[in-house]
């Protein structure tokens, strides 16, 4: 018997997200886009903007991570 959490997993609570976004039309490339705009602004204040320790943990090379950055418009200062 499996014990029943009262927090939702990270899939439960993106399926909420999702349906919402799909419920406004809001195209896949757009989602997506926004989605690592917001993961990549959420790993910056967590490392302090750090971008050798944001793209270790982000899986992706620091040349990656700020061409990322440029693409995606992210402010050099944490929100």
Do not use: D
Not at 52 to 62: D, E, P, S, V, W
Not at 65 to 76: D, G, Q, S, V
């Amino acid at each position: 018997m499996q014990k029943e959490s009262k927090n939702p997993t990270i899939h439960e609570r993106m399926k909420v997200l999702i349906e919402e976004m799909v419920e406004k039309e809001l195209p896949l490339k757009e989602a997506l886009r926004e989605f690592e705009k917001v993961y990549i602004e959420t790993a910056a204040k967590r490392y302090k903007l750090n971008k050798t320790r944001m793209a270790k943990a982000l899986g992706i090379h620091r040349n990656t991570l700020h061409n990322l950055c440029k693409a995606l418009k992210i402010r050099e200062s944490p929100r």
